[in-house]
DNA sequence: TTGAAAGCGCTAACAG
DNA sequence: CTGTTAGCGCTTTCAA
């Protein structure tokens, strides 16, 4: 296209300086309604846009946050960033995506192109400390960087050892007395606080529940780890799982060996998942509310942001037992 | 903390011009090895990070790219979103997240913000044509934008009627001869040419399917037109869905009604989503390449943002059936 | 209520 | 091989 359009170029059409126009655009210092309606109009015939990357330099903050997340295409993660995005956008930010794949070197990069980007802070879901932030602004969320201390550092959590908490619960009121916990082991933090809340719990009805672990979070080897349990131990009639997907392995497991849920056995789920609702029977899970940690995150960042001193830097949700088909 | 610190405190620190050390920031004119390493030096040390935002405004290209999407917790785009985003990353390129909430509304106020950014391009994934772009490429990806020509458009889709064949040859094969369509009606065009692919292969082989519809993609609602269906023609042997979730309702309702699949009936949905793999018997889907869509979406964009003239500036992509339990 | 002008951090001529 | 310097488009004093 022809020339390039700036707020010069309206300035000098509307026949008043850049200065009244900045001030129009931004909605502050003084000028008559007459000269707005007029700059307003030169604006809109030339569908000008505003160029914000030349007011970041000005003004030293973007207008942008950056978000580090393992990996979006985890439903639980994507319903976290989808409430951020939105509530940001309401107050004129842009959010940067950024998937690191937990890999450490890739998420290292990934936080040095954020702070060239000057991005007015970052939200890290990754569970990794990044030292490099320098002095922008970082919330911590749904997982416990490495090193975490209540004093230094601002988290959003939900609590998982409540969540663990409620599936011995709902194990315990359906009725099962020979319990196991399906979760997974080295991942993250959050499948422990899980299995141990759950086991504290069953412990103070003095049930000693089975441990069991896989490596990933994957259905297939939920479902081998549940062969091999009910193999050696036919009589459980329960069994929390950490997380929906390996509910989900277990499930095509006990289905395969003929034992029924919940007839035969109870079977809990975690993150309420859209897999949780698509069974026969649907399967019992946690639901973490992603809409209130994700807020409050987002929240919290743009009151660092505004350079307000948080009192409360540690938000940890309550969870909610949503009980199904498979506790019945 | 105390000072900005730029490019000129490394300049002066090092004993040398701005211009040298912009040089060996970006590795362009020539510099001596010794400048070059007590500059590195110092930039090390004072842990510096190059300014962006000063950067693009300078060379009036930013480096950022913008995706427009309906909903990133939607499996099929978070895939996508998740390939553009490393693929991009690789050449350099952030990328901003845009929520649309399919609502054209939301959807210009992110046109606006990302012009206003002066990001270097943009992936449109909503189908909806936002005419304010003005010079900045957009390629259209996964949905035809509304008023779409092949001379004006960049457009990268997958071959949706082609994947509806596929899903029609299945139940064929499988030795289905009374066929129903269900489909998701006035979502997006998609599901209409999955349902048009789909039936024009039935009809090559003398078979007139039923189409069967329902408002939204929702299970609960597949569930319910199913039951409807059987109960005015139980002779139905073979069923398409024009997605997952879809089949996932039908096949509840199946189960319900003690139709088993695929002993009595076979079912096939589209998509290939984790949902398909998680049943017993697992769901027989249409496997769409996100992988090598996303990438062609992000080169050609890349080529566009480089000035290149781009010859096929449509791409569509062959679907793969996955051929499992419920047409076995 | 408005204008003039400095300067945000960087790049890219141009000059040496 | 290196330095000087004019802007990129905008905001924001300071003056009028």
């Known amino acids: 296209m022809p020339q390039k359009i ?8 509307s026949g008043v300086s850049v200065a009244t126009v900045s001030r129009i655009i ?20 030339l569908n000008y846009h505003p160029n914000t990357v030349a007011k970041s330099l000005r003004q030293d903050h973007s207008m942008v946050i950056g978000i580090l997340v393992p990996d979006i295409t985890n439903t639980h993660f994507s319903r976290l960033i989808l409430e951020i995005e939105t509530c940001l956008f309401r107050f004129g930010y842009s959010t940067l995506i950024c998937n690191t794949n937990e890999d450490r070197e890739l998420e290292k990069q990934h936080m040095d192109a954020l702070i060239s980007q000057r991005v007015s802070g970052i ?17 911590y969320l749904d997982r416990r ?20 908490c409620l599936q011995a619960s709902a194990l315990l009121d359906a009725g099962c007395s020979n319990i196991a916990v399906l979760y ?3 991942v993250d933090l959050n ?9 504290q719990t069953l412990a103070m009805s003095g049930i000693n529940a089975k441990a069991l672990s896989v490596d990933r979070v994957s259905a297939p080897l939920a479902t081998a780890a549940i062969r091999e349990l ?39 789920g975690y993150d309420d998942s859209p897999l949780a609702n698509v069974y026969n029977p649907s399967i019992t899970s946690i639901h973490q509310d992603a809409q209130a940690m994700a807020r409050s995150a987002a929240d919290m960042l743009l009151r660092m942001i505004d350079g307000e001193s948080i009192s409360g830097k540690h938000i940890m949700l309550p ?3 949503i009980t199904r088909g498979s506790t019945k």
Do not use: W
């Not at 700036?6 to 059409?13: D, V």
């Not at 939200?123 to 919330?139: D, E, F, H, K, M």
């Not at 004093?151 to 050892?161: G, I, P, T």
């Open 191 to 199: 499948h422990m606080m899980r299995l141990e809340g759950c086991c």
């Open 123 to 139: 939200l890290c879901l990754t569970g990794n400390r990044q030292t490099a932030a320098g002095s922008i602004p970082v919330v």
């Open 184 to 186: 997974a082991k080295g």
């Open 319 to 321: 969870t909610r037992l």
């Open 145 to 164: 960087p490495d090193g975490y201390t209540e004093a230094e550092d601002h988290l959003v959590e939900s609590d998982n050892r409540q969540g663990g």
């Open 230 to 268: 009910a193999a050696q131990d036919p009589h459980i009639d329960g069994l929390a799982c950490t997380n929906d997907l390996l509910a989900v392995g277990a499930f095509l497991g006990l289905l395969e060996m003929g034992i029924r849920v919940p007839e035969m056995l109870k079977l809990t």
């Open 6 to 13: 700036n707020i010069k170029t309206i300035a000098a059409l």
């Open 26 to 45: 931004n909605q502050n210092g003084r000028f008559s309604a007459e000269t707005e309606a007029r700059v307003r109009k030169v604006m809109e015939d």
